[in-house]
C-alpha cells in the first residue's frame, strides 16, 4: 500500500491538551525535538471558543517555550480566537506571538483547500465546517 511505502518522520509530534502543573493545560502542541537544535521547532497553540483567557495564561506558555531546547527564532505562540481581541504580544521575550482569527484566517485556508479538493466527500466535509467556523 502507499502508506507501507511511505517514510515516516516520527521526529514530528502534534499533542492535544498537553498538561503540566506550571504551565496548566495547552490546547495543541506541534514539535519536532529529535534532531540538531537548529531544526527543532515547537508550537504552542491556545484554541478559544467561547471562553476567556485565564489570569496569566499567555505568559505561562511563554515561560513553557523557553524551556523547550530549540532556538527562540523557531518557537511560535498562537492564539486562535473567533475574534482575536485585546491581545499584543509580551516585550522581552524572544518568542513569538501570533494572533489568528476564525473568520479571517481559517476560513480563508478553508476556502483555499475547497478550491483544490476533488473528492466530493472531503468537499462536503470541508464546506460542513467551514460553515460551523463562519458562524463563530
Request: aromatic share 8%; net charge positive; charged share 35%.
Amino acid at each position: 500500500s502507499f502508506y507501507a511505502q511511505s517514510p515516516v518522520d516520527d521526529r514530528y509530534k502534534c499533542r492535544e491538551e498537553v498538561f503540566d502543573r506550571e504551565s496548566g493545560r495547552k490546547d495543541i502542541v506541534i514539535e519536532r525535538l529529535s534532531c540538531e537544535k537548529d531544526e527543532r521547532f515547537c508550537v504552542v497553540v491556545e484554541n478559544k471558543i467561547g471562553a476567556g483567557e485565564q489570569e496569566g495564561q499567555l505568559r505561562r506558555y511563554r515561560e513553557y517555550l523557553e524551556k523547550i531546547p530549540a532556538l527562540s527564532e523557531r518557537k511560535l505562540l498562537v492564539y486562535l480566537h473567533a475574534k482575536g481581541v485585546g491581545h499584543k504580544p509580551q516585550s522581552g521575550s524572544g518568542i513569538r506571538f501570533t494572533i489568528l482569527r476564525y473568520q479571517e484566517h481559517i476560513c480563508g485556508m478553508l476556502e483555499m483547500c475547497l478550491a483544490h479538493v476533488k473528492s466530493r466527500k472531503v468537499c462536503d466535509l470541508l464546506s460542513q465546517y467551514l460553515d460551523v467556523v463562519r458562524s463563530l
